[in-house]
């Protein structure tokens, strides 16, 4: 006998219901990274994307070497156009003085002297000779030289070209790296919790902060202030999105005064200031020399951070050398 028609209705719904909920149990199952993974911690995400700055701080730092060997480069070329013409200028003279010479004398110019039955003419004469190889002579000289510089010239753009093949090559292995650290960066962000990708991706971006700077690094600080609210990207000078170095380079230019791009060098530029000495607009940076901003004063610093976030205020911890520089 069968059950009534509203019991068997009851249990089918009941039986959707039940594959309903596998179903969503199953796509659960299918898509962990929706998960937090309690093993992962927002230290570890940020641990991740340091590792990815600190090579993107030496790419930065071929990418200077690069464009100096391209500079080196284009210098060389120059120089050896110009040589080359004295080269070809030197040559010329030469060829024309000793074919001028086999013209008016085949056999010589002491032979046409040694026919003289004047001896006064043939002491003039020997002097002249003496005087015309003398004159040669420096002109070889000169032509030998010259050739020998060419030849210095054109070994050292070689090697220049060789410096920045393999410039250029690793700078490509490691934005290679730089890319796959990035994404294992990016996973382990993904296995936090809604609530802990908040607070990790959160940028402290309150501009009501009392600056007491002056002069140029008033300036400085000014324009890094201004950049504040703008996003972090790997190799960014601006004039919309920047990397830590980036910033830094580009606030203190701002002011007037020349650093250069990557943190170390920057670092390097100035005057080494201990860190319970420093003064707003002070250069501060990682001891790794992988990250770096300005100092902004009661312990703050503002600086550009990371991927998926912006430029920001930030605590003074974790930076622990400064130079002062303007």
């Known amino acids: 006998m069968h059950p009534p028609v509203d019991q068997r209705r009851s249990s089918r719904r009941r039986g ?12 659960l199952f299918a898509f962990p990274s929706a998960q937090a993974d309690p093993a992962v911690t927002p230290k570890d995400v940020e641990k991740a994307f340091h590792e990815v700055e600190v090579v993107n701080e030496q790419v930065n730092a071929l990418g200077e070497q690069t464009k100096k060997t391209q500079a080196e480069i284009d210098d060389l070329t120059a120089d050896i156009r110009r040589q080359v013409r004295t080269y070809e200028r030197q040559k010329q003279a030469l060829g024309d003085a000793i074919v001028q010479q086999q013209i008016d004398a085949p056999l010589g110019p002491t032979a046409s002297l040694l026919g003289s039955d004047n001896p006064d003419q043939f002491l003039e004469g020997l002097g002249a000779v003496q005087a015309l190889n003398s004159t040669r002579a420096d002109e070889l000289a000169t032509f030998g030289r010259t050739s020998k510089q060419l030849k210095n010239r ?13 410039a250029q090559k690793d700078a490509a292995a490691k934005r290679a790296t730089i890319r796959k650290k990035y994404q294992a960066a990016k996973a382990e962000l993904d296995r936090l919790s809604a609530a802990q990708k908040k607070t990790v991706n959160k940028s402290n971006t309150d501009v009501d902060v009392k600056i007491k700077a002056s002069g140029k690094g008033k300036q400085a600080l000014a324009f890094a202030m ?5 996003p972090y990207v790997y190799g960014g000078t601006g004039p919309s999105s920047w990397d830590c170095s980036g910033l830094v380079m580009k606030s203190w230019a701002a002011a007037g005064v020349s650093i250069p791009r990557v943190v ?9 200031v201990p ?12 001891g790794d020399m992988s990250h770096d901003g300005l ?4 312990g703050r610093v503002v600086h550009a951070p990371r991927p998926g976030k912006t430029v920001e205020i930030t605590s003074l911890s974790g930076f622990t050398r400064a130079a002062r520089v303007g």
């Open 16 to 27: 959707i219901a039940v594959v309903a909920a596998l179903t969503v149990s199953g796509a």
């Open 154 to 166: 054109r070994a050292q753009l070689q090697d220049r070209r060789q410096t920045l093949e393999a």
């Open 226 to 230: 201004a950049q504040i609210g703008e």
């Open 264 to 272: 170390g060098p920057q670092i390097a530029s100035g005057q080494a």
């Open 275 to 286: 860190m319970d000495q420093l003064q707003p607009g002070d250069i501060v940076a990682y």
């Open 295 to 298: 100092y902004l004063g009661g």
